[in-house]
């Protein structure tokens, strides 16, 4: 019996040295690893944040000082899309835009067709005069048909015209030039980094673009209500 004890601590010891000696030499690595994780998530924080957003361009509602972002990554020929605009969006600027709480971004995942990139140029070109929302909800109630030509350049510009105090000969200047082409680009890379494909995506985000939570496809209201709201609580 003796023996057998002497047996398993000289076993024992020399391999507790070893996971030991193990940990200490991985330490640097593993100290590494989260410091580099820890620095990929401040930057993917700092790009959603509403201030860094709204520099890049991106069109909003609300308060830039509401506790909570809601940021859509949409398309504007999506038929998915005009759902959720039609019947949820509204629900959600009277009950937490309108009164403050949230700020919602509109960003581009353009995948629905060809015409769909083009379309969201247009759109970003009616931002520049303050008419992206007027815009946007004037294609939304004239979609048609993915590709079937009423999103064509032509039409983008026949429906920039039926926007009051729209400055046609700067829109028509700014879309014809693809100003806004590397801003949707972006807009299409950060849907994808966070893993979003489809149209309507979501994320609910601190106003600093921490604790991110994700929404897919036209959720009803009371989905968006419970994650606003336990964002919310955590403010």
């Known amino acids: 019996m003796k023996n057998n004890i002497i047996y398993a601590v000289l076993v024992r010891v020399p391999f507790v040295i070893f996971l030991a000696a193990l940990a200490t030499s991985l330490s640097p690595l593993l100290s590494s690893s989260f410091f580099i994780y820890a620095f ?28 909570v972002t809601l940021i859509d990554f949409s398309d504007l020929q999506c038929h998915l899309c005009n759902r959720f605009v039609k019947a949820t969006e509204p629900i959600i600027n009277s009950t937490y835009v309108q009164t403050g709480k949230v700020a919602f971004v509109f960003l581009h995942l ?20 303050g008419k992206f929302w007027q815009y946007h909800n004037l294609l939304y109630n004239n979609q048609g048909p ?70 897919e496809g036209p959720q009803p209201f009371p989905e968006f209500k419970f994650l606003i709201d336990k964002e919310l609580a955590g403010s």
Request: include cysteine; hydrophobic fraction near 35%; glycine fraction near 6%.
């Open 40 to 67: 990929a998530q401040t930057q993917q924080n700092a790009a959603l944040s509403i201030s860094n957003l709204i520099k890049q361009g991106a069109a909003y509602q609300g308060s830039t000082s509401a506790p």
């Open 110 to 129: 353009p995948n629905r067709g060809l015409d769909s990139f083009p379309a969201a140029s247009a759109a970003q070109c009616t931002n520049d005069q």
């Open 146 to 215: 993915i590709d079937s030509g009423w999103a064509n350049k032509d039409n983008l510009k026949k429906f920039a015209s039926q926007i009051p105090g729209l400055d046609l000969q700067m829109f028509n200047s700014c879309f014809d030039s693809q100003k806004y082409k590397p801003l949707v680009e972006n807009d299409l890379t950060l849907a994808h980094s966070l893993g979003f494909t489809q149209t309507p995506s979501f994320i609910i985000v601190k106003t600093d673009g921490s604790n991110l939570q994700k929404v």
